[in-house]
């Protein structure tokens, strides 16, 4: 997206603002927004680990795109979010110090201008970090009530053949998933097994995905994600990838 999106919220809306100001502490959210308070909620950004600008009437850009939010964090990146055909997505950028990120956001409270956004990444916004609902899949068929014996017995269903793959949504931490895929014909016992696990981190996104050759660990590993506060380790055989 380019600095042809700024400004392009027409009508009488764009003269009648209606914003929430927000932090990720929870502390602060407010209605009643004004430009003073949107710079001190940034320059405490320290404190508050994250602030949201959000429009209660969003921008409309095209037919089903539209931005509702800009949000910036502790770690000085900033993301303008959007909903696009019913999907939520975002524009990413770091190294943005509190001065820019100050001036986007008033910006887009004055005016309900963005920012040009060339070279900025591209993120899909996915429901569980917002839900944080845990969901089971195993072979397309859908699990909404479930324990963690469930999800263990359905990686046994894997290594015995029963089914060819699991994905299973946690919501611990931020939330993310675990894919889990037979790599042989499903025929018989496999020693083989492609993992990929994601958690939706802020504000970027962990990716790591292996292939996995011994179910021991494997179970271990799985039992950990489910029973543990702390989100565990990848295994050893995973590597990182960029989930974008």
């Given at each position: 997206?380019?600095s042809g999106t700024?400004?392009?919220f027409?009508?009488?809306k764009?003269n009648k ?7 990720e502490?929870g ?15 940034v320059y405490?950004?320290e ?7 959000e429009k209660?009437v ?6 089903d795109?539209?931005?509702?939010s800009i949000?910036y964090f502790?770690?000085?990146s ?5 909903r ?7 524009m990413?950028r770091s190294n943005?110090d509190?001065?820019v990120a100050?001036?986007?956001?008033c910006d887009?409270f004055?005016?309900?201008s963005?920012?040009d956004m060339?070279?900025w990444q591209c993120?899909k916004?996915h ?5 944080a ?5 195993v072979?397309g ?5 479930f324990?963690s ?13 029963k089914?060819?793959w699991m994905?299973?949504d946690?919501?611990?931490g931020?939330?993310?998933?675990v ?6 014909n ?7 097994y492609?993992v ?11 990716g790591y995905r ?6 021991g660990?494997?179970r271990?590993w ?8 702390r989100?565990?380790d ?7 990838f960029?989930?974008?």
């Amino acid at each position: 997206m380019s600095s042809g999106t700024r400004g392009i919220f027409p009508g009488s809306k764009a003269n009648k603002p209606q914003y929430v100001l927000g932090t990720e502490n929870g502390t602060k959210r407010t209605s009643n927004v004004t430009e003073e308070k949107i710079a001190d909620a940034v320059y405490d950004i320290e404190d508050n680990g994250c602030v949201y600008l959000e429009k209660c009437v969003p921008v409309v850009l095209v037919s089903d795109a539209e931005a509702y939010s800009i949000d910036y964090f502790k770690d000085n990146s900033i993301a303008v979010c959007f909903r696009v055909n019913g999907n939520l997505l975002r524009m990413w950028r770091s190294n943005v110090d509190c001065d820019v990120a100050a001036d986007i956001m008033c910006d887009f409270f004055r005016t309900a201008s963005l920012p040009d956004m060339t070279g900025w990444q591209c993120q899909k916004i996915h429901q569980e970090q917002e839900e944080a609902e845990e969901k089971l899949c195993v072979d397309g068929e859908d699990f909404r009530y479930f324990g963690s014996p469930d999800v263990v017995g359905a990686l046994e269903n894997i290594i015995e053949g029963k089914s060819r793959w699991m994905l299973y949504d946690f919501a611990n931490g931020d939330g993310g998933y675990v894919n889990i895929h037979r790599c042989d014909n499903g025929t018989v016992p496999t020693s083989r097994y492609k993992v990929e696990y994601v958690r939706w981190s802020e504000p970027m996104p962990i990716g790591y995905r292996g292939v996995i050759f011994d179910a021991g660990p494997l179970r271990s590993w799985l039992w950990s994600l489910i029973d543990n506060d702390r989100l565990p380790d990848p295994m050893d055989e995973c590597e990182q990838f960029d989930v974008n």
